[in-house]
């Protein structure tokens, strides 16, 4: 237990949890406290975060930072139906980056970024992030950096000396890295969310990179830059869903940089602020880039309404949607023209809600139109259902024998969460990406005992190789049974469609589409 110079103990305090009222010193009210994020261990913290041999080196363990990414690129798969990376021409080679984004998908936000990017990325992270049981040990060995975030300070779960502390520490680590050329992401909201818009931007993300610019200027390597990044997700708390993560053009620093004698000073590893007025500067220019690129909608139900315009105006003009980005970027468009005074199209908004509210009463979007109203499901959706069964009867022994309890767990622990509905899928994801290394070796070891004691004879040589195959079976069932997943669902929405379509709302829906089908023309 250690004392700071206020006499307050910091080795270990628990906070309230929960949504307290609690505001910052702007006034915002503060994101509310997990379990978890409530209970701050100072002395955990400062001894789970890694160190570089020297300033501007990874601080994770390389060959385990590989491993790490690799199954997150696993869990990733499993973890979406469809998966599309657009913009990647923008990362630079040599320069070092800060990705930056809104956050409202969890550890699937960094988790994204993580495994699209190519260059080595050092994490700022929620201090618990680090002081967890088994989490807490692969985001320390992989180099992740802790944070002490002003919802925790503000609530006396730190000291400022101990935050200030560790937070300094965390900004030069990345700084450090960011100038020699590695990569670094940070979500400047600073909390995961479910909003349909992004929140008030800390200045943190822009402090560290200011003080990059300022190590990178003096060590004569390339300057680095800012690089926004939209992460969309069809809906982010949906095991399977669809995503597209959509990489921007770069944010110049434009000379935002210490003075000459504070740069010497961080170059020999001491922590400045930036100058007040760049940081500010470069926070808005980071939001009036990030923001067009995630639905900066005052509801959901609004960012649906343009959804099913967008779908409705590729129709007009005799064309499909054929993707979650294609449908991301005929909202966007909708939206734009819509804000640079289009008032055909805003006119139509109040009929295109009402679809919007009656496909999503049922679980269907804009995807369950055509150009007569609501489309009618084909045969062939409604037989999926047949395959799916199959698949999954052939997957079903494996599957639960091999992954059956990591599916049950991360069920059960993701519905019970008090992180906040965009934290659900954390727990899919996780079980995906842990149970390779913490689940699978329970059934395997369990067949070798069997093997040896059970009524059947295995070999020496039989029991070796078939616990070696038994990694690749569980892998290929659990592909398989996410195959029939996706038919259960595709025959799920055909049977929504069809119910849709026996109610008297149909009509309700046909008669909007025309409305706005006219109007387009």
Partial sequence: MTIDSTGDFVAKKTVQSGDDGAVDHHGDILPPLSKSASQINVEKIERRRRHAPNPGEHPGVSWFYNMVRGLCRMALKQQFRTIEVTGQENISEDAGILTVAWHTNALIDSSTIFVTQPKRLVFGARHDLLTRPLIGHIASISGTQPVIRQAERARGGASGEAANRINSKTMLTLAECIATGNGSALFPEGTSHEDSKMRRLRTGPMRSVIAANSISHEKGTPTPHLLPVGLHYRVSWFFRTDAWFEYGTPISLDGAIHPEEERKRLLKGEWLEAPADRVNALRDKVRERLAPMTPDAETWDEHRTWHVLGHLVA????????????????????????????????????????????????????????????????????????PA??????????????????????????DNTDEGLDARTTYHFLAAMLGPMIVWPIPITA???????????????????????????????????????????????????????????????????????????
């Fill in 447 to 521: 067949f070798i005992v069997f093997a040896l004691v059970g009524p059947w004879t295995f070999s020496a040589p039989q029991i070796i190789i078939i616990a070696i195959l038994l990694p690749f079976a569980f892998h290929l069932s659990n592909k398989i049974a996410l195959v029939a997943w996706d038919m259960h669902i595709l025959s799920r929405d055909a049977r929504r469609i069809g119910q849709l379509n026996r109610n008297s709302e149909s009509q309700d829906i046909a008669d909007d589409t025309n409305k706005i089908l006219a109007a387009l023309k």
């Fill in 389 to 414: 069964i199959i698949l999954a009867i052939l997957a079903a022994p494996l599957t639960l024998f091999g992954s059956g309890l990591m599916i049950v767990t991360a069920k059960v622990l993701g």
């Fill in 315 to 386: 129709i007009a003009n005799g064309n499909r949607l054929n993707s979650w980005r294609e449908e991301v970027l005929a909202a966007r468009s909708v939206r734009d023209k819509i804000r640079d005074g289009d008032k055909n199209l805003a006119s139509l908004q109040e009929p295109a809600n009402r679809i919007g509210q009656k496909l999503n009463s049922v679980g269907l979007d804009g995807r369950a139109l055509d150009s007569n109203g609501l489309r009618k499901s084909s045969m062939r959706e409604h037989l999926t259902v047949i």
